[in-house]
């Protein structure tokens, strides 16, 4: 057996099955198609509408192969202690959609892992369903030992999307490693018999009942682990000392000055900082941004695992971008996409290190609070130290060196079940994803694509069309009618409507046929390459085989479209402003306004919008004639075309061009000249989160009324000003000047009085029943901050050590004020207490502590009383 490179193997595998007829295609993005899945985790995604028969797979090709990125986090604790879990992994995969099953499948298989890899067959071993004598027979055929092949039940060896839909035996591949490892047999929990490949027949469509029907045409899925192949032909024992992964690995030696396989720990950060750099690296090259929720969570989970284990380490700042350089060597050439976004990469992580740097401290401050009610002996709850964990990135172990330096323990066993509570949700999460890959399969709408196939669109050349109702949809049920008045979906076999997509909002019009009338409330697309029109039927009865008049809003469309356009005008200035790192992360576009989401680092100051605002115009108004073409996505890229973040694409991509100024991949609706657009309005700018920022704007009509509301706006201010509209910014100015002036005087003025009515209340001070002198008094119009500053010039001037209640009105409510020196409050004096006692007379309430207490009121008129009151409760 020779020894072969990953990038070998990931080679000598698609050129295989290339030529054997299956088209070598591109890995898609981490970011899956289906909503339901949070990440790309096996190689099937990509191809679900090709097993659906949403759409026919290429003419002259029997299949599909690929090489797959993938992440999974299902187990993300056990990552680095093992020598197989990785959170990314590539698979390789081949595919096929009726065109070959398990007699061709088999045959590769065992022609591709005896002689082109070279392994021993008297070291492969077999798995396969326990009534699958058919695949039994093809493995004996090629010259397997029948004690080779084992049979195993339905948990092992039967692939199920769900309780019903496709699903069939598989075939399971395995190598025997050697005596030395634990194990008896294939399928066990031992190391010995390694699985390096999974063929899984589909060829049943499970119902209700149990029973398996068998399906019109049979697929092939399957999947073989790159980093477990590559362990297989270089001799090692685990993932992590592959070629790829030991080069990692060695970065990490050279940063932090260690030496892997020296001592336990620091291998096992060795180990954790190689893989989820990998991971990190990858997800935000296809468009995934740290966030608190979803992949975006996942992302940053794995980010500061990275970050914490580098720490521990002993390296010291930001370091994680020293991986990527490793990375895009190793790996540049086959995902390209981590090489064009590399400076987006490289920010994004130096970003999330530094604000992670700050998380830390916030935990540390968490742990500290909740060591101060725990004394030496006692324990931190499991939940305190779960959420050190989960939320603020603290290992366990970190919380128990920190709690033992105060003598306090851990409860370790309510942590892990915490823990445990944790990966059994992650786990079923992960089987759900599974399972959502194929969650339509069966479902009406799959129903609908299977029966009358895709709907044609021909919204790209006008917004009117003749049509036939191929299916009607209520409350998740084909009928054959809608009534007068219901609601439902409608399915035509052409349609002019544009279902919602990349941001562009759904069309909305009327369905119109001889005897009934539905609008067209909104336009989706629920499986891929179905477009469902949510209707209400106005008119009559809408009917499965009437002939209907779709017609869009046009008007609406239009707006729309100018919108768009403008989401790609704004792009591409934002790019020229800013710079390449700038890449779509979101977007809006509406008929009254377009909301454009894209990654940056700070606020983008009012000069750059300006700017952006400028150019965008420019554009505009040079009429420039936007052009739309089909081209390869090879030949897109090596031109230049910008292909949105974190987008998929397949092998025929749709450009739009305006000119030289922007050339994007995109399947939405545009004009045909930029000047149609009229004028775009940047309206606001703002933070969605971390190193993503908004910019909202509004075109055409919008753009007009924005500035016709802001212009009325405008006179009104200058109205007010009594001067002209364009001399209202310098007059308010001016205005503003002279009032801070004003105010600065009257302020002056205000405490002059109170100086000269310090002395007359002075003069009026008695002396209290227990003989500290008194001060009560009123200040006249004066706020809060003046009493208290008349309390210090009282205090320093008074004969002796003493009190005062003070009273002023301030816009028409009562302020009252008590003061004491510390010999009046020892002597008896209570602030709080006098402040309680008089606030009714005022209609008001307050206190506070012996030293000073303050109370408002509502009732202006009634501090006279409240005065009189002091003087009485305190003279005694």
Known sequence: MKYMTTAEIREAYLKFFEERGCKRMPS????????????????????????????????????????????????????????????????????????????????????????????PKERLYFTVY??????????????????????????????????????????????????????EKPGDDGDRFLEYWNCVFTQFDGQEDGTLAPLPTKNIDTGMGLERMAAIMQGVQSNYETDVMRDLIGVGERLSGVS???????????????????????????????????????????????????????????????????????????????VDNRQLVEQVIRSEEERFGATLRQGQAYLSQALKGLQSGQELDGLTAFTLHDTYGFPVELTDEICAEAGIG???????????????????????????AWSTYGGVYAEVVKKHGASEFVGYERTTACAR??????????????????????VLDMTPFYAEMGGEVGDTGALICADARAEVLDTQSPEQGLVCHAVKVTAGALRVGAEVSAEVDADRRA??????????????????????????????????????????????????????????????????????????????????????????????????EAGSFSRELCGGCHVRNTAEIGLMKIVAESSVGA???????????????????????????????RCAPLEAAERAQANAASLKELTTQAKRARQAAAADGVAALIEGAFASAAGY???????????????????????????????????????????????????????????????????????????????????????????????DQARALLQG
């Open 130 to 183: 326990l009534d699958d004598d058919e695949t039994i027979e093809i493995w004996k055929s090629l010259g397997v030992p029948e004690d080779h092949i084992t049979r195993l039940g339905e948990e092992d060896n039967f692939w199920r999307a769900g309780p019903t839909g496709p699903c069939g035996p598989c075939s399971e591949i395995y190598y025997d490693q050697g005596p030395e490892f634990e194990g």
């Open 260 to 338: 892997y396989k020296s001592d336990p720990a620091t291998d096992l950060s060795l180990r954790i900082v190689a893989d989820h750099s990998r991971s990190v690296s990858f997800m935000i090259a296809d468009g995934i941004l740290p966030s608190n929720e979803g992949r975006g969570y996942v992302l940053r989970r794995l980010l500061r695992r990275a970050v914490l284990h580098g720490h521990k380490l002993g390296i010291s700042g930001p370091f994680l971008s020293e991986y990527l350089t490793c990375i895009i060597d190793l790996m540049g050439s086959v995902y390209p996409e981590v």
């Open 469 to 490: 109702v191929t299916a009607l949809i209520s409350e998740g049920a084909l009928v054959d009618a809608l009534e007068e008045g219901q609601k439902g979906e409608a």
């Open 773 to 867: 002198p008194v001060v009560v008094g009123s200040l006249g119009e004066a706020d809060a901050a003046s009493m208290r500053n008349a309390w210090d010039v009282l205090r320093s001037r008074m004969s002796a050590p003493g009190a005062v209640v003070l009273a002023a009105c301030s816009d028409g409510k009562a302020i009252l004020l008590a003061a004491g020196t510390d010999e009046a409050v020892a002597a008896g004096f209570h602030a709080g207490n006098v402040i309680k006692a008089i606030a009714p007379a005022v209609k008001g309430g307050g206190g506070g502590k012996p030293s000073m207490a303050q109370a408002g009121g509502k009732d202006a008129a009634g501090i006279d009383e409240a005065l």
């Open 559 to 656: 707006r729309i479209t100018r919108n768009h356009t403008g989401t790609h005008l704004l792009h591409a200035a934002l790019r020229e402003v800013l710079g390449d790192h700038v890449n779509q992360a979101g977007s809006y576009v509406g008929p009254d306004r377009l909301r454009f989401d894209f990654t940056h680092f700070s606020a983008v100051t009012p000069e750059q919008i300006a700017c952006i605002e400028q150019r965008v115009n420019d554009a505009v108004m040079q009429a420039i004639d936007t052009t739309v073409y089909h081209s390869s996505l090879y030949e897109a890229r090596a031109n230049g075309v910008t292909a949105l973040f974190g987008e998929k694409y397949g092998d025929t991509v749709r450009v739009v």
């Open 28 to 119: 898609s993005s981490l970011i899956p198609d289906d909503p339901s899945l949070l990440l790309t985790s096996a190689g099937m995604v990509q191809f679900k509408p090709y097993f659906l028969h949403v759409r026919e797979f290429d003419e002259g090709y029997v299949g599909a192969t690929t090489v797959q990125k993938c992440v999974r986090t299902n187990d993300i604790d056990i990552i680095g202690t093992t020598g197989r879990h990785l959170s990314f992994f590539e698979m390789l995969g081949n595919f096929s959609f009726g065109a070959y099953f398990k007699k061709e499948m088999c045959a590769w298989a065992y022609e591709f892992s005896t002689e082109v890899l070279g392994l």
């Open 691 to 721: 190193s993503t920022r908004r910019i909202e704007a509004v075109t055409s009509y919008a753009a007009l009324a924005h500035l016709n509301r802001e212009e009325r706006e405008l006179r009104a201010v200058a109205e007010a000003l």
């Open 410 to 436: 851990v409860d370790r066993a309510g942590f892990e079940a915490h823990m445990e509570q944790q990966r059994t949700r992650a786990r079923a999460a992960n089987t759900k994803d599974a399972e959502a």
